[in-house]
């Protein structure tokens, strides 16, 4: 896996067409992947929300949209910068707070001032997740949720197979064509072959303390959504 420097330099040379990758390459499924994490966070009015790895604010977006405020960051600025016009193009009354420096291993935040904590294909790009994990519980309020949608290991066997050769053959090549940068999308389906599949995310929730570990299947298992309380 390469390290934090690369990565953030990986996603600072593709946040411009980040969007359009998105879409095109999950068929556009990732428009309801949002609407399920922002459901099943818990978002709404009166809850403020951390949202982690943001990127580039779709997933802020969604927990906007049932009302709650969003404190948005993301290690790669590039990416982040392009979040605040979606909301003012949407009239979303939302927080958009970003550094290149708040890293998920380091939030800078006072202790238990989050309602729920949310991260969406980011904890897989993290180098050291327990370390990260500490910070969420460390800026949840007792009782908060965290929220993970990630990329995970499809459980029915078709579509696995079909995953496995879509993500190695077909999704790079897509991948470089678009954003024009080939290395994006050979790390993207090796970090997810080389991710813990949801039992053993879940094993590592509950190892760092996190309790009511649960997750939901998403399109099969293609990706998965991991809620834990503090």
Known sequence: MPEGRQVQQMFSAIAGR???LNHVLSGGMDFWWW????RMSGAGPGKRFLDVAAGTGDSSLALARRGAEVISTDFTHAMLRLGPPKFARQGLAGLIWGSSDADAQGLPFRNACFDGLTISYGIR?????????GEFLRVLRPGGQLTILEFSTPVL????????????RVLPRIGAWISGDASAYTYLPESI??????RSLAAELEAAGFRGVRWTNLT???VA????LK
Not at 35 to 38: E, L, S
Not at 125 to 133: C, I, K, Q, S, T
Not at 193 to 198: G, V, W
Not at 225 to 228: G, I, P, S
């Open 125 to 133: 790009n993290v180098e050291h997740r327990p370390r990260a994990y």
């Open 157 to 168: 066997p078709g579509l696995k197979a079909f995953y496995t050769w879509y993500s190695r």
């Open 193 to 198: 072959r080389t991710f813990p599949d949801q």
């Open 220 to 222: 099969g298992g293609i």
């Open 18 to 20: 980040y969007d359009v």
């Open 225 to 228: 959504l991991h809620t834990a």
């Open 35 to 38: 609407w399920r994490m922002a």
